[in-house]
């Protein structure tokens, strides 16, 4: 890997910056932040920007099974618009009125299982947060994070930090 350049990958693994080994879990919230903001700012496309929230959710936050779903201009329902790493389909559609999570994620409120209300659900799937985001195109929308990689225990303040950056 070239002089200044930097490469993270897996949560709690080991990644290289500047031509040597760490362990992500030395990584600041700063620096996190800081490399979320980066791929954010870099993306032209939708479709580039859910591969970035795809590639932060694996590489930072430790999730590989996620989904958004966009929020209608009435409110009343969101629509999958797009799902990774999942083995079933998700709902395509589902009414806000009668999913209070997705409804409060989708009303501009960061939703985390373990901090908020034990588990948080997405029609009949545990998530374990719902994150309100803005993409590219203009659409408002919700992150779902499904499951956490099994050397990933919980979502955190410092998640919670990252999670923030997603809603601006």
Known sequence: MAKGSSKVQGVNGTAERDGELFSLATLTVEARKRAVAHRLRAV???QEQLEALREIAANLIGSERLAVYQVDASMSCCTLRWQFGMDSLLPIQLALAQ????RRAAEGDLVMANADSG???VGEF???ALVPIQLRNGFAGVLVLFTLLRQKKSLDASDRELFKLFMH
């Open 119 to 121: 588990t948080a659900f």
């Open 126 to 128: 545990s998530a374990q």
């Open 99 to 102: 999913e209070e999570h997705l």
């Open 44 to 46: 032209r496309t939708e």
